[in-house]
C-alpha cells in the first residue's frame, strides 16, 4: 500500500514529494487517512541530523490525527470514519514491566518510534505523519472525540502528553503554584493544562513581549528571567516547575523558586551539557527529573481531560510546500504555538 | 561559664587554644562535657572561609559526644552522667511548618547551626565542639545508649545522619541495589549503613586502591570511575546512588546506572557548578536530589538504629594538638575515614 507523502531525502533538510510504502494492514492493525500533523522540534532535530545521522528518507511527524479508513479482521475498538491520534510511537514488546505498567515509551525492547526508527524487527523503517496515510497496530491508535477541532488536538499528541504527565505524577491542582519555563509549543501546552488543572501558574520567559499571551493563556505571573529579580521575586514559591526551554541554561535560579521539596521537571532537551549547583539541591532538598512522553493509557486520558476541559493547542496551519519554512520560524521561535500541517489536500 | 577549647583566630586556619564564654545552663539546657568530636570536611571549609567569610574565633565541630555534666531544673530527658550527642544545629523556631515535621534543618525561620552561626537573637555567636564543654537547649540533644564506643560514634551525628537520612526516604532494603559514589567520611557511612539496611552496594571510586577497603565495609561490587566501563557494566541496575562527592564531576554517566525512576542523591557540595545532561534525566525519569542532615528526631532513629546493628564510624583518633595536621589529611583524602578529636584530655 503506497503513501504519498513529504519526506526528507537527506540533511540539507529540504522537503520534496516522496512516495512511501505502508504495510498492507494485518489482523490487528488500523488505516489512518491523516488529516492533520502538528510541527514538533523534535522533527527538526531529527530531519536535520541534529541527534545524530537520521536514517533517510526521513519522514517526521508524530502529532497525526485522522479518521480511520480500514481496519483488520480483530479490531474491534475502532470504526471506519472514526477519529484517531496516533502519538509519539507505534509499536512495543508489550510484555516488559515497563510496558506492563503502561509505560511502553521505556519499553525494555524496544519502543517503536514513529518515525526514523525501526519496527520491532529490527530492520523495517518507520514514516511518520508528513503523509496521506498511517497504518498502525490498533493499541497504539488513540480514540477522539467526535466533534472537536482536529487540527488544534494534533499537538496534544505530543506536547500535550509531555507536559500533562509531569503535571499529573506530581499532582497539579487547586491550590498548587506551578511555574513554566518557556513559552514555545510545550510551554503554552504546559500553562494551559496546569491551568485547566487548577493551580496558579507563573510562566518564566526571556521575552517581554510575551506577558499578555502568557496571560490570555492562563499564568497569573509573568517573570522575565534577564534579571535577578525574577527569582529574588519567586523564592520558595513553587510547587513545580516544567522546564520546557532546550537551549543550555542554569537551573540553579529555578530550583531557588521551589519550596522545600519542590520538584523540578526537564522536558527540553539542550544539545548541551547544563550547569548545575549541588546546593540549589541539597538547601531545601529539591528535586530535579525529567518526563518523556507518556504511554498510551496516559496519553488517551490526556485527549479525554483535554476534550472535557475544551483544551486545545493555539495552531497555525499551513500547507505541506511550507514546511521548509515553518521550520525556520519554529527554530527562530517565531510561532504561536504550533504549525500543523494540513494533510487534507495532499 | 568559661569552656577550654581550640579555636580558629584567622583565616591562615591555625589552631590555638582560645577560652571561650558558654552560656550559663537555662531551665531547659545541658551542658555535656565533650569526650570527642568528629573531624568533619564542612569544618575546614568553614574555618578557612572557603564557603564564603567566617566569623573568627571560630570553634568548628558539629559531631560531639559526652556526657551531662548539669542540667536545667525543667530537664525531664537527660540526667547527669549519660552519654549525649550534639549535631549539626542546636536551635530552632519550633513552629513553622518544616519544624513541625520534625525537619528542623530547614526551619523557615533560623536553623541555629552549631558553630559559625548565632543563636536565636541574631547575634551571639555559636562555638563547636572542638572544646571541653558545651551547654545546648535539650530538645536538641540525642541520647546515647550506653556501653558504646563514644569515639566511633561521633561521626554519626553529621556523616551518619546524611547518608541514612536519604537511605531511609527512599526505602533502602532487602534486595535494594544501592550505589555510592566516592569512599571517605560519608562514603564510608553509606556503605555501611545501606549494607545494615539490607542492600547490595556498589561503590564508585576514582581509587583502585580502595577496593578491598570497599568490599570489607560491606560493599559487593567495586567500580574504577575512570574508564566507561565502569558505569556500561552497571546501566540500569541501580535503584538509588548516594553521591557523596565535593568535587565537581558530571552526574551524567552515574545516572546511567539507575534504573527507570531511579534517583540520585548528592549529599557532598562541589564549590563549583557540576554538569548535568537533561536527557540524563529524561530518557529512563530519572530523579536527581540533595539531602541535609536530618531532623532531631531522625537523628536519634539512626542513632539508635546503628547502636542496634552495631554500625559505627571507622576513625582515628587524634590529640587537638593534631588538628592543623588533620585537616590536611582529610583534604588530601588521607583518612580511614574520619578524624575524631579526642577532647578528654583537653
Chains 1, 2 share one sequence.
Not at 512516495?19 to 536535520?48: F, L, M, Q, W
Not at 505524577?169 to 496546569?194: C, D, E, N, P, Q
Not at 513553587?238 to 530550583?255: C, G, K, N, Q, R
Request: aromatic letters at 8%; one cysteine or more.
Amino acid at each position: 500500500m503506497q503513501a504519498k507523502t513529504m519526506a526528507v531525502f537527506n540533511k540539507d533538510g529540504k522537503f520534496q514529494p516522496h512516495t512511501i510504502e505502508r504495510r498492507d494492514p494485518g489482523a490487528n492493525d488500523v488505516v489512518v487517512k491523516i488529516e492533520y500533523c502538528g510541527i514538533c522540534h523534535s522533527d527538526i532535530h531529527t530531519a536535520r541530523s541534529e541527534w545524530g545521522p537520521a536514517a533517510y528518507p526521513c519522514v517526521p511527524g508524530h502529532e497525526i490525527v485522522g479518521k480511520v479508513i480500514a481496519i483488520g479482521k480483530k479490531v474491534k475498538r475502532f470504526k471506519v470514519g472514526e477519529p484517531v491520534g496516533v502519538g509519539c510511537f507505534v509499536d512495543s514488546c508489550g510484555k516488559c514491566s515497563p510496558c506492563k505498567k503502561n509505560e511502553e515509551q521505556f519499553c525494555e525492547v524496544k519502543t517503536v518510534f514513529t518515525y526514523n526508527s525501526t519496527e520491532l524487527d529490527g530492520k523495517t523503517p518507520t514514516y511518520g505523519g508528513y503523509a496521506s496515510h498511517i497504518t498502525v497496530k490498533d493499541k497504539y491508535v488513540l480514540k477522539i472525540k467526535k466533534g472537536l477541532p482536529l487540527d488544534k488536538i494534533a499537538p496534544l499528541l505530543c506536547a500535550g502528553i509531555t507536559t500533562y504527565s509531569p503535571l499529573k505524577r506530581y499532582k497539579t491542582s487547586k491550590g498548587k503554584k506551578i511555574g513554566v519555563v518557556g513559552l514555545g509549543g510545550l510551554g503554552h501546552m504546559a500553562v494551559k493544562i496546569a491551568k485547566a488543572m487548577g493551580a496558579e501558574v507563573t510562566v518564566f520567559s526571556t521575552s517581554p513581549s510575551k506577558e499578555s499571551d502568557a496571560k490570555r493563556l492562563g499564568a497569573k505571573h509573568f517573570k522575565v528571567t534577564k534579571t535577578p529579580e525574577a527569582f529574588t521575586s519567586m523564592m520558595g514559591k513553587l510547587d513545580l516547575i516544567i522546564d520546557t526551554v532546550s537551549a543550555p541554561h542554569s537551573f540553579t535560579p529555578y530550583l531557588s523558586t521551589l519550596k522545600l521539596g519542590g520538584t523540578m521537571v526537564l522536558v527540553g532537551v539542550s544539545p548541551d551539557p547544563n550547569s548545575l549547583d549541588a546546593f540549589g539541591l541539597i538547601g531545601g532538598r529539591k528535586v530535579l527529573t525529567g518526563s518523556l512522553i507518556g504511554g498510551i493509557k496516559e496519553t488517551q486520558e490526556m485527549l479525554d481531560f483535554c476534550a472535557r476541559k475544551k483544551v486545545f493547542s493555539d495552531i497555525e496551519l499551513i500547507k505541506p510546500e511550507k514546511i521548509d519554512e515553518a521550520y525556520n520560524r519554529t527554530v527562530a521561535g517565531d510561532v504561536k504555538y504550533r504549525f500543523v500541517v494540513d494533510l487534507n489536500t495532499l
